[in-house]
């Protein structure tokens, strides 16, 4: 054939040209890119030597307590967080899925923390939680549940869970919307049928409501894990891994690896690691998406 | 001036669906030629590959002698009209009647008036302001076919632009879009699955099933000599009724269709036609309208079963009617007096039978 | 220039200054102490315009292998102080003999106590011992004077090797030999009976706060400002600020003692420098390194004739200077006389030790180190098992280098 | 009274029961609401009055809810900084930082590194739209082969964690002598954002007729004018939730920002607000008060485009 591509191969491939350019130059070769590294020891401290040495950081990551300890919290703090973000979104949902005057003042005060900076709300929660002044004592102390302050963030059986909740009351508000989204888009003659057969306020809720949610609950969870699983932001301002271990996450981790101890190799090796691991939890997402569009 | 030539056209898409297959057409200059079919069976895309909307995937198009396969639409000189109207809802009727010519750079006063001629013949003069949103369907409508004729452009292309219209105005509206192709003097391409659309529009058909062309003919030709099976079940209201038999040719060279007990005579024509046919098995074509309630045609002419069902259409009557287990209808006068379970005989207008080989449904004697 | 957010004021003055003798004009910037050390790593990799910055004796070995910061030694007019400055300073800015900077100030660990509190508490002399320590706090539990009589900062900030260096040595243990192998993990003479101390204080006596992990060498002094605490350890210099009415409320009874002494210990503490480097960068350009020098001497050497810089540094926050001709200058000797006691600081300073963990894997042993100790403090690992784990890593990084 | 129990079948009184069950649901409504109005602004709240409140107030156990003696002296900080008084001797303050209240010096930079935020931010937000609006225009009108790789493509790239990006950037960055550039930002900004971006006009635009482009396009528009002239006008509401979500992406971003900026010349808000939580000589108050003046700007433009925000969704992510 004269033209294998035809007038709307050639404007498709100009129209997606920057797109792929950049995505390509900024997201695809930095990974491959990441991977090369990941066969050598580079330690910025020691510019001149950077033996190859294959898959030793992998090995060597795996090997590493510190590695698996950050595992655990990583997935502590994501079960924790998710699960949260889920019922509390969910029950959001509803309550703004209904009728009621002053629904839209309702649902743009919801849109404030989801707005502020994750940097901002860190350092909100932290004057919140602190032992000496903050808040949370301050309630707690009027309402008379403590009779002295409290340590919060610096006790390590429950450091992981105050971030926890800083986090999901920063993403819950973007869960909620999106399963308001899916809760729309349920058609009201599906509810009608229920009545009319008979379904209560409770039944239609777990027959028709929750079901209809699905995909919709489904891409919230996925989305949300992803986002917990390389959230980084409050740990390093709340508490830098601390206690002890007791908040080192995968994120912080690789944080510690690449910048501080200067290791970028390893450091590369573990952004790898982290990388196919959220990639293999996000190819339902994926697909999911992918397929709609 | 526009012809337009298809020399062995195919589409394929993507996914692997073959739409057009092996099309050879060829469009005349000022001609109304009508694509009809079922939906699917590749009218649309041959439609939109005129306009550029698609790629010929293999073969040539050709405008007058110029090949354009690869010519995308904003260098065609083509106009369409769509099913949906498809008006850009964040213009006013006038941008919208405007736009194309302000796209091909006309003269500001030019298009103007050219505008303003069309809302007049259109009569939508007092709409120019509004927005589509602010329109009812039919003034929509026009506003579409406004929008291609200021163009003037050098093919008309309209796919199913009636659709969306109710019954009443879509009569009125082929009545004007006839008038408009007169008028213009430009070659129109009309896709449709509606025969009536085409039977009344068209100065020549294309019958078309999954993508590919089963006749091409004036309305008449189409109508009365289908070439196919297909063709004559897709035209005509009640279809066109089949009673399987057998052809017989008699050693006095009469040539019978026979079905057990019924017997019907072909005339000397079409008689010709079927002299080596001997013995084959047929399907034979009567269309509703071709017969007449009553025996007068004598033997090796009539019909006889009972009424099935009597479905009055208001000007005229549907006849179910009962045959060798078949059921059959028929289009007669409304003064029959006749009810369900009456034993009728119809006489048959013999010279009106249609004969199709029953393999492979071809017309053996078009 | 880039520093640590110390006396951001006196800094501007003097650099203020320096612009108007020299002409040159300089842009100062500065970062949380806190973070100090991750923040200049990440400008040196990343090629940040610097000339002259802050360094912590600590990180010398690394910064000088990784080629960030050059010698000074070529500059005589710089090496021409060293005939007055501390034998300790002019050493501790020495790496492979070469000499990388002049003194910002140099200081050591010290105990401090509140007075007030130690007689209400009934006792008329400081605790000599870390037994004594924990003593003396557990009567003042009971008495409700303080509940955490014993403040200790443990976070993992920069401070953090100081604290251990100081509880290690006045236990009488080191972190590493003289050759550089570990011997922390050693029940005597290593770190372990240190922080079994600290263990024991958190866990058993609950003498110190169990928040200590996340607390800050700041933010303690700050409680300890307030009244909070009747002892704290933290860098002898801060006596100036707890002293200051203006900054503390129990100014005037803040008195120093010496350090404690563990049961094979004596009263040793850790000492320690900060000094004006030169980054390579700087030192690779000609001019620059040029107006780079003369800024190392304005702020480390004489200014206009005097040692203008840590003098004040010295009468505005208290910081130790490394030059000996200060001790004679009257207004130095005065402000002394003030706020502290010149015999237990001179005999404190005497009993000083280097930390011995300087070396060029500092920082990142470092890191882990402070997490182990942070465990066993949380009560997660026995003492011992933490430290066998930060002694596992030290020969580890040992080998590697 | 027998008459009236047959009318109500059976002796259940429905009207009442409606009554009940609709009281009752207002009433689970307006709890709900309340709820969710004090956890969603009970926090900012808090943050806000604290930054109203003097250095002595705000250590007052328990904390003063309302600030007793008002006052804006942090935000004032905050704006006064940037004028630079020359500190001679003589007017030094003699202090160190270490007595806590100090006003760092870095305070003069927040008001620059908003600067950085908002040109960071709004180049991201206008690239996005010239690079991801003709993408989507294509994924969404145009058949062309590989279009489905070309979906996957793009979203797969949005998977990848930013922390997996940050040491192959930094190395690619630094070699480009692009570290501590406002230009680096943008690039990596605009990596992060244009996927999602691309994915919500991608929706929008699928939602808007086929015929339409036809129509355009035998109207004589070449492919980038039936974009221009017919697409754009129409697609609004999603231009406006992409503005909304890089604007806000880009403003928040802090991550990247902390690798690859090391000066006030490329420092973004969150790495200036940052530095300040680390640093516990910095007065309270005055972290707080930053804190709200970081807040600020993403709420406005938040709560500004609430309706968007969700028909642009609505046009996207989750049809369910």
Known sequence: MRHLFGYEERSAALFLAPVMLVLMGVAVFPIFYSLYISFFRIKLTRPNRTPFVGLDNYTDLFTNELFWVSVVRTVTFSVVSVTAIAVIALLISLLLNQNFRGRRVLSTILLVPWAIPYVANALMWKWIYDSGYGALNGVLYQLDFIDKYMIWLGDQDKTIFLIANAFVWKEVPLAAILLLVSLKSIPSDLYQAARVDGAGVWQRFIHVTLPAMKPGFMLVMIYETMMAIRHFDLFFILTEGGPGDASHVLSWHIYVETFRNLSFGSGAAMSYVLALVTFALSYVFIRTLGRRI | MARIRFENVEKKYANGFHAVKDLNLEIRDKEFLVLLGPSGCGKSTTLNMIAGLEEVSDGSLLFDDELVNYMPPHKRDVAMVFQSYALYPHKSVYDNIAFGLQMRRAPREETDRRVRDAARKLEIEHLLDRRPSQLSGGQRQRVALGRAMVREPAVFLMDEPLSNLDAALRISMRAEIKELHQEMQTTFVYVTHDQAEALTLADRIVVMRDGVVQQIGSPGDIYERPRN????????????????????VTDDQMVRFVQGELELNFPAETAAKLADC???????????????????????????????????????????????????????????GHASGDEVSLTVDLNRLHVFDKDSGASLIW | MHAWSAAVDTVQSHLNAFTNTTGIPVNYGNSPWAQYREGMVTKFVGGAPLDMMWVSDAWLPEWAEAGWISPIDEYD??????????????????????????????????????????KEAG????????????????????????DYPMMLAMAQESWLIEFMSALVYSHGGRFTDDAGASIMQHEKDGAVEALQWVV???????????????????????????????????????????????????????????????????HNTVGWMRFHGMATQSAQDKQRAENAARLIEWFGGKANGEYKFQKLLFLDIGAGFGVKPLFEDAEIQAAYNTYGDVDTIKAQQALALKKDVVTPWFGEWAETNGSAWQSAILGNVEPAAAIQKSADLWDELKSSY | MSQFSQTNSGGIDYRRRQKVARLLQHLVILLGAAVLTIYALAPV?????????????????????????????????????????????ETRSGQDPASGGYIPSTAKNLIPSMWNSLIVASLVVVLNLLVGVPAAYALAKIRFWGRDASVYFILITRVIPDIALVVPFFLVIRKLGMLDSLGSLVLTYLAVTVPFSVFILVQYFEGLPDELDKAARVDGCSRFQALLRVFLPLSLPSLVAVVLFTFLTSWNEFLLALMFTQTEASQTLPIVLAAFTSDFTISFSFINAAGVLAIVPPVIVAVVFERYIVSGLTAGAVKG
Not at chain 2, 280 to 297: C, K, M, N, Q
């Open chain 2, 229 to 248: 099976t297909f063709v004559a079940s897709f035209l005509g209201n009640p279809p066109i009724n089949y009673i399987e038999g057998q052809i017989k």
């Open chain 3, 77 to 118: 007019f710089l090496t021409a102080y060293n005939s007055e400055a501390e034998d300790f300073c002019t050493d501790s800015m020495t790496y492979n003999g070469r000499q990388y900077g002049l003194t910002y100030y140099t200081d050591f660990m010290a105990f401090f106590y509140d007075e007030s509190k130690i």
């Open chain 4, 45 to 89: 709240t808090w943050l806000v009055s604290s930054s109203f409140q003097t250095e002595a107030e705000i250590v007052s156990v328990p904390p003063h809810w309302i600030p007793e003696e008002p006052t804006l002296q942090n935000f004032e900080a905050i704006f006064s900084a940037t004028e630079e008084e020359e500190i001679t001797y």
């Open chain 3, 123 to 146: 006792f008329d002399a400081p605790p000599a011992t870390w037994d004594e320590v924990v003593e003396q706090s557990l009567v003042m539990k009971e008495k409700g004077i303080s």
């Open chain 3, 200 to 266: 024991d204080a958190v866990d058993k006596h609950g003498i110190v706060s169990p928040a200590c992990v996340e607390t800050g060498e700041l933010s303690g002094l700050k409680a300890f400002a307030s009244g909070n605490h009747a002892f704290a350890m933290v860098a002898k210099y801060r006596l100036r600020m707890l002293n200051d009415p203006a900054q503390s409320q129990i100014a005037g009874n803040v008195k120093q003692a010496m350090m404690p002494k563990g049961a094979n210990g004596d």
């Open chain 2, 278 to 336: 001997d013995g084959l098995t047929v399907l034979l074509g009567i269309r509703a309208e071709d017969v007449e309630e009553g025996s007068h045609g004598g033997a090796g002419a009539v019909l006889t079963g009972k009424v099935n069902s009597v479905l009055p259409v208001g000007s005229d009557l549907f006849l179910g009617f009962e045959l060798f287990g078949n059921e059959l209808f028929f289009r007669v006068g409304k003064d029959i």
